[in-house]
């Protein structure tokens, strides 16, 4: 007889499994695509909904005309004194609503000493309240509100001094603004190094400000109390007259020409007139009148402006006369010391104790320095800046200059770079961006000027970096003296219009623009709403002066209503608010597919219809046993939404007998629950169940055959034998 061959049952084997395996995988593909056994209904409609239990959708959220967020604080000494001297100023901010807290306790708040237990607590209202604006109410001495000193040792890598203070640890309040890390991330104790200096090679600032920061610097609670009425004064009863229109502009020389055989040595002819030109010419014409006065060398000529603006030299006398005649914004471009205002040509445009007399009384100016060191507050009280802002009725109303030395570039005809970059960007920020608030135009600006080619483009022919001293220089020694929050005048202020008409639904979103009774736009005003019942509510308008507000569920209730905003005076009215007792309408309910799939989104399309009080939530209740109990769907307008229609997507379902209906609710709370309902059967899937059994099934066989090869093997084996 002939033997079996052992090898031929293998192969066999193996050629069974090989051939039986595809064909499980096609018949549980075939499974898979055959499950559309569905049974769905059209869109019915049924009127046993009205005893739904609607108790567990949501309640309407309302909180924000209960619980307004802090969006100022005004930090002062631990002293009574102090803080009775800025309850004025927070009694006015909290009327014309800007929620103000007054915080002297930052002792209480961690750090290794007072500047970072002050910082710790700015962070932690940052954090929380997601506050805007911070008022420094104290001198910057140890004992009051002290400034944190970094180590930026520019003068020492630049061959120059100093003309007050260390020529290594140099003082800033940007501290208190960009609160991102510690400032001493290697823990040295030197605070804000450049990754030159930082032992790990890390900048230890952050550049981008978090909040607007602001000094009045009052060594006794009188000075604050002087500055505090002043700024009152300025906000809420203004001196009226032709100063608010008008702008200062003063441009003296930085350098004469001076040849060199080094070519780098080279000093050329710097006219700080081309700077205070171009700011003229470019951003201030459209909105004020202006005054520019110059001292040229004679490489540079300056234009003369139209009429009724003019031009004037520069001299001894006529800045003083020019200033003490009331202008709203005033900009020196030249070279200073702690007590002086001059330039290359050592004329002596302005001393302190001109400060110290200036008679621009109840006009005070947005002074803006640019130069070095006029601005010394944290040695003394005798620099030029700090006298003109405790000055009691007139002097500035906000001052920006240099603690320090600042940094200018030779030939910097682009007017990018250091001073003149700073300058130009601070004053576009403000006249063509419209930040008329001062701390936010110098804040911003700083911004502006780190994000510009200068710092952004590769190919930037004299490509600049925060990592060079001189540049962290001017960025952390421009800082105001004022309350950043103030808007500079640029025109006479007027009344605002009155936007409003004389009812609203209660609950209804209020969507209007602000104007002036010229019929202008006011970019960005401020529109506090307060209730008879003490609630209150702030809105911003945009940039085109539209206003979004939405009033809370409280029919019957009156409403006092104060605007302020840029060239406004504070201006009143009142509004009151009807019910709103009609119940919403689901107009069109719009469904792809009606036979959905355990593999397809269902695409739903709603129309609604309400005109009262406006939309607030359309739910879509889902349920698989007959609506004894449901999940829900929420689709939500946010209080500056009026949507009357939904379109969204829900997710594929799994097997099972669905009802869905809608339930649409205003911002009254007024509730309907529509009367199309979409009911329809998702078959359990044959391939659920076979697919599995057939895994199972596959990997058995695979293994039986694994065995039987394995036992021919071994016979064949010892057939081999034989």
């Known amino acids: 007889m002939k033997k079996p061959n052992p090898m031929k049952r293998r192969n066999s084997i193996v050629l069974l499994v090989i051939l039986f395996f595809p064909s499980v995988l096609s018949l549980s593909q075939a499974f898979v695509k055959n499950n559309r056994s569905v049974i769905a209904s059209a869109i019915l409609l049924n009127d046993y909904n009205s005893t739904l239990d609607l108790n567990h959708l949501p309640a309407i959220n309302q909180i924000s005309w209960s619980y307004p967020k802090t969006e100022m ?184 020409f001076i040849n060199h055989t080094d070519p780098t040595k080279v000093i050329t002819n710097e006219d700080e007139a081309r700077l205070t030109e171009y700011i003229w010419q470019n951003y201030v014409i ?84 640019d130069a070095c060191t006029t601005s010394s507050y944290d040695m003394g009280d005798d620099s030029i800046g700090e006298i003109l802002i405790k000055q009691m009725n007139s002097g500035a109303i906000g001052f920006i200059g240099g603690l320090r030395v600042t940094w200018y570039w030779q030939e910097d005809y682009n007017l990018e770079m250091l001073n003149r970059g700073n300058a130009k960007l601070f004053w576009q920020q403000f006249f063509e961006e419209k930040k008329f608030r001062q701390g936010q135009a110098l804040f911003d600006s700083k911004v502006a000027y780190l994000e510009s080619p200068l710092f952004t483009n590769d190919n930037h022919p004299i490509r600049s970096s925060i990592r060079l001293e001189y540049e962290r220089k001017n960025v952390l020694s421009y800082n105001l003296l004022g309350d950043p929050i103030v808007d500079i005048y640029t025109k006479e202020p007027m009344f605002a219009q009155n936007p409003f008409e004389g009812y609203y639904f209660s609950g209804q979103m209020i969507n209007t623009t602000i104007r002036n009774v010229n019929s202008e736009l006011v970019s960005y005003a401020r529109v506090h709403f307060k209730s008879s019942n003490g609630s209150y509510h702030t809105e911003y308008a945009d940039e085109n002066g539209q206003v979004v507000v939405r009033l809370p569920d409280r029919p019957y209730e009156n409403y006092s209503v104060v605007i302020t905003g840029h ?60 609506m004894k109990t449901y999940e829900f769907h929420q689709y939500l307008n946010s209080w500056n939404q009026n949507r009357n229609q939904f379109s969204f997507m829900l997710n594929k379902l799994l097997p099972g007998d669905y009802i869905m209906m809608f339930v649409a609710r205003d911002y009254c709370n007024n509730t309907i629950i529509g009367n199309q309902i979409i009911s329809f059967r998702i078959e359990f899937p044959l391939s659920f169940v076979p697919i599995t059994i057939i895994s199972i099934l596959i990997v058995f066989l695979f293994g039986s055959s694994l065995v039987v090869v394995f036992r021919s093997l071994r016979n064949f084996k010892k057939d081999l034998r034989l």
């Open 567 to 626: 060239n406004l005076i504070p201006s009143n009215f009142s509004i009151s608010t009807i019910p709103d007792t009609i119940q919403p309408e689901i107009a069109t309910v719009y469904c792809v597919p009606l036979e959905p799939t355990v593999s397809d989104n269902m695409q739903f399309d709603i129309r609604l219809n309400e005109n009262e009080s406006g939309l607030e939530s359309l739910f879509l209740l889902v349920s698989t046993n007959g």
């Open 73 to 256: 604080i005004i930090i002062t000494p631990n002293d009574s004194q102090y803080i009775d001297a800025v309850k004025p100023l927070k009694e006015w901010r909290d009327s014309i609503g800007v929620k103000t807290q007054i915080l002297s306790n930052f002792s209480e708040y961690d750090g290794v000493d007072t500047p970072e237990k002050i910082r710790n607590m700015i962070k932690d209202f940052s954090e929380r309240e997601n506050i805007r604006w911070v008022l420094l109410a104290g001198d910057a001495e140890e004992s009051l509100i002290p400034i944190r000193y970094t180590y930026n040792p520019d003068t020492v890598v630049y061959h120059d001094t100093e003309k007050v203070g260390s020529s290594t640890l140099k003082p800033t309040d940007f501290y208190y603004s960009a609160l991102s890390g510690t400032w001493d991330e290697d823990g040295d104790g030197n605070y804000g190094e450049s990754e030159v200096y930082n032992d790990n090679g890390i900048d230890e600032i952050q550049w981008i400000p978090d909040v607007y920061v602001g000094r009045l610097p009052a060594s006794n609670p009188s000075e604050l109390a002087n500055m505090i009425n002043k700024t009152l004064k300025y906000e809420s009863n203004p001196n009226v007259g032709s100063w608010m229109n008008q702008m200062l502009l003063a441009g003296g020389i930085s350098s004469y």
């Open 286 to 369: 459209s909105e004020s009148n202006f005054t520019h006065l110059t001292k040229t060398t004679s490489i540079f000529t300056p234009s003369f402006p139209p009429p009724p603006n003019l031009l004037s030299p520069l001299t001894a006398t006529s800045f003083i006369d020019e200033f003490n005649s009331g202008y709203s914004t005033v900009l020196f471009a030249g070279h200073a010391d702690p007590h002086l205002l001059t330039d290359e040509s050592g004329t002596e445009y302005y001393h302190d104790y001109d400060a110290s007399a200036s008679s621009n009384a109840y006009m005070p100016s947005l002074f803006y320095a």
